[in-house]
């Protein structure tokens, strides 16, 4: 009977092992190139470097130290050479087969850590050789990846083919997946006629694209201001922030409209405090109508001028007086902001004009005639004064 020890089996505890057999394993020694572990055996196994994992390994101490345990595949056994190779790489491969096909089927995310900075993506350990292809990384494009290395990301797996030995894992569709959920909240918490604070996305031709919280809504061009926009980058650039108002909402095909304009003062708030009556002001005739003629005098404030104050004659039509796209000077007669409507008068400035004049002209002539009574040198009192002294 063999006496037991501290350090190695009893007989009765050695056990019967055969090559494919999952041994518990202890390690008791690491060299660069290979292990030494415990297996319960007469002997203890060895690992070779080429066994550990599934990447490469540069020292076995990089990967495992004396006192760790893990389960191993007996790969090789001669015991006439007291020979015992095992393979952590097998079992930990075995394993994760397994484990990804049930995550590739349940969708379920998985964490692991980037080894290695590859062509055309990035490699990672899951057990197996996981790859990612650039691709799969991210939802936007990324030209360097080398601060990637050492990062742990939360991937998914895309793709399995175990007879090519082939993992491909996805950390995009983790950030796609978490994009929608976020934008189903956001979708499912907007209501029209919030105001919200934004950041502009993208510039269209039609509009631009504002990013609410992880949801982009849109911004047509007619609703960026209140004056009339020929081009969205005349008003906005990427990357501005910007309050908007949710116009609508249309959850079930993901689209929201929002509006500038909105969240501004109007043009006939500002009318309000801009204009009053009496002013007399600049502006451009917009529209010729049957009864007068619209001019805008600011942005997005347009005011009448009825046909009867557009000349200080009879005019059958404003066209005989007027085109569009006319400047003219105008006289406010009334401001209605609640209304939106402004009276204007360009007959009243023609009037006032002719009665300026019609003054200006009787004080050149009173003028002219004090001047000309003073070059006579004798008043009418020095001339009619000797008269009356000769009746008397």
């Given at each position: 009977?063999?006496?037991?020890?501290?350090?190695?089996?009893?007989?009765?505890?050695?056990?019967?092992?055969?090559?494919?057999?999952?041994?518990?394993?202890?390690?008791?020694?690491?060299?660069?190139?290979?292990?030494?572990?415990?297996?319960?055996?007469?002997?203890?196994?060895?690992?070779?470097?080429?066994?550990?994992?599934?990447?490469?390994?540069?020292?076995?101490?990089?990967?495992?130290?004396?006192?760790?345990?893990?389960?191993?595949?007996?790969?090789?056994?001669?015991?006439?050479?007291?020979?015992?190779?095992?393979?952590?790489?097998?079992?930990?491969?075995?394993?994760?087969?397994?484990?990804?096909?049930?995550?590739?089927?349940?969708?379920?995310?998985?964490?692991?850590?980037?080894?290695?900075?590859?062509?055309?993506?990035?490699?990672?350990?899951?057990?197996?050789?996981?790859?990612i292809?650039?691709?799969?990384?991210?939802?936007?494009?990324?030209?360097?990846?080398?601060?990637?290395?050492?990062?742990?990301?939360?991937?998914?797996?895309?793709?399995?083919?175990?007879?090519?030995?082939?993992?491909?894992?996805?950390?995009?569709?983790?950030?796609?997946?978490?994009?929608?959920?976020?934008?189903e909240?956001?979708?499912?918490?907007?209501?029209?006629?919030?105001?919200?604070?934004?950041?502009v996305?993208?510039?269209?031709?039609?509009g631009?694209?504002?990013?609410?919280?992880?949801?982009?809504?849109?911004?047509?061009?007619?609703?960026?201001?209140?004056?009339?926009?020929?081009?969205?980058?005349?008003?906005v650039?990427?990357?501005?922030?910007?309050?908007v108002?949710?116009?609508?909402?249309?959850?079930?095909?993901?689209?929201?409209?929002l509006?500038?304009?909105?969240?501004?003062?109007?043009?006939?708030?500002?009318?309000?405090?801009?204009?009053?009556?009496?002013?007399?002001?600049?502006?451009?005739?917009?529209?010729?109508?049957?009864?007068?003629?619209?001019?805008?005098?600011?942005?997005?404030?347009?005011?009448?001028?009825?046909?009867?104050?557009?000349?200080?004659?009879?005019?059958?039509?404003?066209?005989?007086?007027?085109?569009?796209?006319?400047?003219?000077?105008?006289?406010?007669?009334?401001?209605?902001v609640?209304?939106?409507r402004?009276?204007?008068?360009?007959?009243?400035?023609?009037?006032?004009?002719?009665?300026?004049?019609?003054?200006?002209?009787?004080?050149?002539?009173?003028?002219?005639?004090?001047?000309?009574?003073?070059?006579?040198?004798?008043?009418?009192?020095?001339?009619?004064?000797?008269?009356?002294?000769?009746?008397?």
């Amino acid at each position: 009977m063999v006496e037991e020890t501290s350090n190695s089996p009893s007989l009765t505890e050695v056990k019967m092992v055969s090559v494919g057999d999952i041994l518990k394993a202890k390690v008791t020694k690491v060299e660069d190139k290979h292990a030494l572990v415990d297996v319960g055996y007469k002997y203890d196994g060895i690992i070779p470097i080429s066994e550990l994992s599934s990447l490469h390994v540069d020292k076995v101490s990089d990967l495992i130290s004396v006192g760790d345990e893990f389960d191993v595949k007996v790969t090789k056994l001669n015991d006439d050479k007291e020979e015992l190779v095992v393979s952590k790489r097998a079992v930990d491969a075995e394993k994760a087969w397994d484990d990804l096909a049930k995550k590739l089927e349940t969708g379920e995310v998985l964490e692991a850590t980037v080894k290695e900075v590859v062509k055309g993506g990035l490699v990672v350990d899951v057990g197996l050789r996981g790859f990612i292809p650039a691709s799969m990384v991210e939802r936007h494009f990324v030209e360097d990846f080398s601060d990637y290395k050492g990062r742990t990301l939360p991937l998914k797996v895309v793709e399995l083919d175990r007879e090519k030995n082939k993992v491909i894992l996805s950390h995009k569709a983790v950030l796609e997946e978490e994009a929608n959920k976020k934008k189903e909240e956001v979708l499912n918490s907007l209501t029209p006629g919030q105001i919200l604070e934004g950041t502009v996305q993208r510039l269209t031709d039609f509009g631009v694209f504002v990013d609410i919280g992880g949801v982009d809504g849109l911004v047509h061009i007619s609703e960026l201001a209140w004056e009339r926009v020929e081009k969205p980058s005349d008003v906005v650039k990427e990357g501005d922030q910007v309050k908007v108002k949710v116009l609508k909402v249309d959850k079930e095909n993901e689209r929201i409209s929002l509006s500038i304009k909105e969240t501004q003062p109007g043009p006939w708030e500002k009318a309000g405090e801009q204009f009053k009556a009496g002013d007399v002001v600049t502006g451009t005739v917009k529209r010729l109508v049957s009864f007068g003629a619209f001019v805008e005098i600011a942005p997005g404030v347009e005011g009448l001028v009825h046909i009867s104050q557009i000349a200080n004659r009879h005019i059958a039509t404003p066209s005989e007086v007027l085109k569009e796209g006319q400047e003219v000077q105008v006289k406010i007669l009334d401001v209605n902001v609640a209304n939106q409507r402004i009276s204007l008068s360009i007959r009243a400035l023609e009037e006032e004009r002719a009665e300026q004049a019609e003054r200006a002209s009787r004080r050149e002539q009173q003028a002219y005639q004090q001047e000309n009574n003073h070059g006579l040198g004798v008043t009418l009192g020095d001339l009619f004064g000797d008269l009356r002294e000769k009746l008397k």
